[in-house]
């Protein structure tokens, strides 16, 4: 490896050491609701993020709320000895993408059939530090 590779190496892991990532792949929700959650608590302090996810009425705050308590348990992990309180972690960036559909079939009139695609989706959770 050269020494300008290695030097870009070195100080794109420095950068990531205070970011911790957590990934929730294959939720049975369709993407368009996660993303509306998502929004939600983007930019969001963690503390504020997790009381907007725990009392949030949408069925796929219950999956990020739990992405979000991993995130956080990913950076104590990778933080030993740092308390989150004093970090004042912030929920830097939600990614939703969209997984697998499945097709299945749905009953129409007169003895037809329509396709039906139930979506699913990955979400891609980073936590950093505020600076």
């Known amino acids: 490896m050269g020494q300008r590779k290695k030097l ?3 100080a ?3 950068a990531m050491k205070s970011v911790a990532v957590a990934r929730l792949r294959n939720v049975p929700t369709s993407p368009r609701r996660m993303r509306q959650v998502a ?3 983007r930019g969001e302090k963690v503390e504020r993020a997790l009381g907007i996810l725990h009392f ?3 069925h796929s ?3 990020m709320e ?3 308590l991993s995130a956080i348990d990913n950076w104590k992990a990778k933080n030993p000895g740092a308390r989150v309180e004093d970090a004042d972690l ?3 960036s939600v990614q939703v993408d969209e997984a697998r559909g499945l097709k299945r079939m749905l009953p129409a009139p007169q003895g ?3 396709r039906m695609v139930k979506r699913s989706n990955h979400v891609t959770l980073i936590v950093d530090t505020a600076n």
């Open 90 to 92: 912030v929920v830097k």
């Open 39 to 41: 929004d939600l608590i």
């Open 56 to 58: 949030s009425t949408r």
């Open 8 to 10: 870009a190496a070195e």
């Open 61 to 63: 705050s219950k999956p």
């Open 12 to 14: 794109r892991k420095e």
């Open 112 to 114: 037809r059939a329509y």
């Open 66 to 68: 739990k992405l979000l």
